[in-house]
Nanobody, 125 residues
Framework: VHLVESGGGLVQPGESLTLSCTDS????????MAWFRQAPGNKREFVAA????????KYEDSVKGRFAISRDKTLNTVYLQMNNLKPEDTALYYC???????????????????WGQGTQVTVSS
C-alpha cells in the first residue's frame, strides 16, 4: 500500500478535522487525487478531487464551503480540511489516485485504481 491516510477521529458536530494522505513511495505526486467516503450500509461516494497541479478542485455538493482539498508536493501529501462537521459526515474516508489525464473522470465521481486503507471519521455529540 503506497497511500496512507491519517487524521481521522471522533469529534463533535461543528468541529474540524484535517485528514492526510501520504504517498510513501513518491509515486503519485503528479497524479490526480481524490477523497471518497463510505458510511455503514452505503455505497462509497465522492467527496473531493484535485488535479495533479492542485490548481483545479471539485467538491460534492454537501461538503462545498466546509471541506477543502489541498496538496503539498514537497511532502507528497494530500489533505482534506473538514470544517463544521456534521453527523452525516461520519464515514470511512479513503484517499484515491489516478493518472493526471484522468482528472475529469475522477472529479466526476469515478475513482482511480489506487486506494489507501481508509481513516475513520465519526461526528457525534
Amino acid at each position: 500500500v503506497h497511500l496512507v491516510e491519517s487524521g481521522g477521529g471522533l469529534v463533535q458536530p461543528g468541529e474540524s478535522l484535517t485528514l492526510s494522505c501520504t504517498d510513501s513511495n513518491r509515486i503519485y505526486s503528479n497524479y490526480a487525487m481524490a477523497w471518497f467516503r463510505q458510511a455503514p450500509g452505503n455505497k462509497r461516494e465522492f467527496v473531493a478531487a484535485s488535479s495533479w497541479s492542485g490548481s483545479v478542485t471539485k467538491y460534492e455538493d454537501s461538503v462545498k464551503g466546509r471541506f477543502a482539498i489541498s496538496r503539498d508536493k514537497t511532502l507528497n501529501t494530500v489533505y482534506l480540511q473538514m470544517n463544521n462537521l456534521k453527523p452525516e459526515d461520519t464515514a470511512l474516508y479513503y484517499c484515491n489516485a489516478d493518472r493526471p489525464d484522468a482528472y475529469e473522470k475522477l472529479q466526476g465521481g469515478l475513482p482511480g485504481p489506487y486506494w489507501g486503507q481508509g481513516t475513520q471519521v465519526t461526528v457525534s455529540s
